[in-house]
T-cell receptor, first 112, second 114 residues
Framework: GQQLNQSPQSMFIQEGEDVSMNCTSS?????WLWYKQEPGEGPVLLIA?????ELTSNGRLTAQFGITRKDSFLNISASIPSDVGIYFC????????????FGQGTILTVHP | EAGVVQSPRYKIIEKKQPVAFWCNPI?????LYWYRQNLGQGPELLIR????????DSQLPKDRFSAERLKGVDSTLKIQPAELGDSAVYLC????????????FGPGTRLTVT
């Protein structure tokens, strides 16, 4: 089946630093999404991308849908302690129509 | 607007026992999903409903798992009998019809099988 490779697996940063993480696939997706999950909670949708090349922001978060439709990245600017959590990329489309295929997640730790 | 509601939040059972999880999706969301999330991994789809119809259950282990969504609103996922390997978080999500990308998740049920 389709797989998403998300990197890095974990990040330890200081408050105020910028963060970048990405997701790649061997298959094409029609939609890319980024979710954040905190302990004991379900994933929360951060950004949804629908067109190749699309660049979308949500506050300090910016995500892009890769031109090849096989990758996406998420940037977080000026990180704060509440950014701590696990960030997942997810794709929809191709052979995974109607369902989300998730990456393995990036664990983000922010030191005050 | 209320989000996706799931219960119970936690469940501990012995192997070979049955267990059931309940989900109430966001009002107006016709599509409902059950996912399983193993520790350290992303969620994986078990079953997707469009209203009352299960349109994708290819990942559901049908020998022990069953699900229903009788009136096209809330849903129940059952495991009988449970095995040690079923320990995971079971997530329910919902979306508007046709918007498979924008799925909204509930808090999940953490199942521990001993």
């Amino acid at each position: 089946g389709q797989q998403l490779n998300q990197s890095p697996q974990s990040m330890f940063i200081q408050e105020g630093e910028d963060v970048s993480m990405n997701c790649t696939s061997s298959s094409i997706f029609n939609t890319w999404l980024w979710y954040k999950q905190e302990p004991g909670e379900g994933p929360v949708l951060l950004i949804a991308l629908y067109k190749a090349g699309e660049l979308t922001s949500n506050g300090r978060l910016t995500a892009q849908f890769g031109i090849t439709r096989k990758d996406s990245f998420l940037n977080i600017s000026a990180s704060i302690p509440s950014d701590v959590g696990i960030y997942f990329c997810a794709g929809v489309g191709g052979t995974s129509y109607g369902k989300l295929t998730f990456g393995q997640g990036t664990i983000l730790t922010v030191h005050p | 607007e209320a989000g996706v509601v799931q219960s119970p939040r936690y469940k501990i059972i012995e192997k070979k026992q049955p267990v059931a999880f309940w989900c109430n999706p966001i009002s107006g969301h016709n599509t409902l999903y059950w996912y399983r999330q193993n520790l350290g991994q992303g969620p994986e789809l078990l079953i997707r409903y469009e209203n009352e119809e299960a349109v994708d259950d290819s990942q559901l282990p049908k020998d022990r798992f069953s699900a229903e969504r009788l009136k096209g609103v809330d849903s129940t996922l059952k495991i009988q009998p449970a095995e040690l390997g079923d320990s995971a978080v079971y997530l329910c999500a919902s979306s508007l019809a046709g918007t498979y990308g924008e799925q909204y998740f509930g808090p999940g049920t953490r199942l521990t099988v001993t």
